[in-house]
């Protein structure tokens, strides 16, 4: 058997002189550029498609100086959120011809040590930030000046770059005006990541949707599912425990999001009461498994596939317009109600 060699890459020369056009018209051909007629066009994608020529693109982006890229850093791929707005981005960004460099950072990681870098040396177009992390980030967000125009899914330390997200606060004042409107007057609710703009957003509107109805705020009604306990469950679990022991006369929880909602309604099983009987639960977010928990859960959606989406438009739209000022994009959230609230104590 005669040994075969590496396989030559197939070059723009060559498509030219499979079709017998020139080498000029031919790049502008494969690069999408300039006025050729439709039987020279259809000459030469024929005679491309004949030699299985595959674009260059470290070529290409160096002559027409864009990349078709975009880097998109996220955090936590395990979650099913930043999954679905992960889905919604590169989609888009597909649909408009451009491809997704996609990198990570630790949960305690910096962007700075290494996707930044990372990103800059790939000459990427832009980039779409999907990590919490760069709130507090300030050295990754002074590195991120003047370089690329950056649309992210959380707020960057320091500002100065367009964000698209959900209001955050309206998701906890839907939640907890719909179980006040259900007659419950003792509610506790178990946070997230202190510190992070969505936890707080919806611990503030907690408190708002009590101020409302004219129910006294009480901290001893507030516990956080802390990170140390493995996994936002059973972090969520640990607190539901300890709120019910110190107050036992909670009848409903605001776990402010539905990964959390799960921990709470484990904990309940184990301690004897029944949702919504004794306890009634709401969540925040709208993933998948809420429609099939048992009982399904009460929660407020909210839209990450679509907020994905968006995100990478206005991105390719900055980058298309040459227009970089900073922007808030807010989409719609909306509560979806299920047996997990159901009844009404007031009778």
Do not use: W
Not at 212 to 233: C, M, Y
Not at 325 to 330: E, G, I
């Amino acid at each position: 058997m005669t040994p075969t060699g590496p396989t030559r890459h197939v070059s723009v020369k060559d498509v030219a002189a499979r079709s017998g056009v020139s080498f000029q018209t031919t790049s502008k051909v494969l690069n999408g550029k300039g006025s050729v007629s439709g039987v020279t066009r259809a000459r030469i994608l024929r005679a491309a498609s004949d030699l299985g020529y595959v674009p260059n693109l470290q070529a290409r982006s160096l002559v027409m100086k864009s990349s078709r890229a975009i880097g998109l850093i996220a955090s936590d791929f395990s979650d099913h959120n930043l999954s679905q707005f992960v889905v919604g981005a590169e989609r888009e960004a597909r649909r408009q011809g451009y491809a997704v460099v996609i990198t990570s950072i630790e949960p305690e990681g910096s962007a700075g040590e290494y996707a930044l870098p990372a990103m800059m040396e790939r000459r990427v177009d832009g980039i779409l930030l999907a990590a919490p992390q760069m709130e507090e980030d300030r050295a990754a967000a002074r590195a991120l000046e003047g370089t690329v125009p950056v649309v992210s899914l959380y707020d960057v330390a320091g500002g100065g770059v367009t964000t698209v997200g959900s209001d955050h606060e309206l998701t906890g004042v839907l939640a907890t005006r719909h179980l006040i409107d259900r007659g419950h007057r003792v509610i506790a609710t178990i946070t997230g990541t202190p510190g992070r703009h969505a936890t707080e957003s919806r611990l503030r509107g907690y408190r708002r949707a009590l101020d409302e109805a004219g129910l006294a705020f009480d901290g001893a009604l507030v516990d956080q599912a802390e990170r140390q306990i493995a996994g936002k469950i059973a972090g969520a679990r640990a607190a539901t425990v300890r709120l019910l022991e110190a107050r036992p006369d909670i009848t409903a929880i605001f776990a402010q999001n539905d990964t959390l909602a799960l921990g709470v309604l484990n904990a309940l099983r184990s301690l004897g009461k029944r949702v919504p009987d004794d306890c009634a639960v709401a969540g925040c977010d709208d993933i998948d498994m809420a429609a099939f928990m048992v009982p399904p859960l009460t929660t407020v959606h909210v839209p990450f596939y679509e907020t994905g989406t968006e995100a990478m438009r206005l991105l390719l739209n900055m980058i298309g317009d040459g227009v970089f000022a900073p922007r808030k994009v807010l989409l719609p959230v909306h509560l979806v109600v299920r047996a997990s609230t159901s009844g009404d104590l007031r009778g």
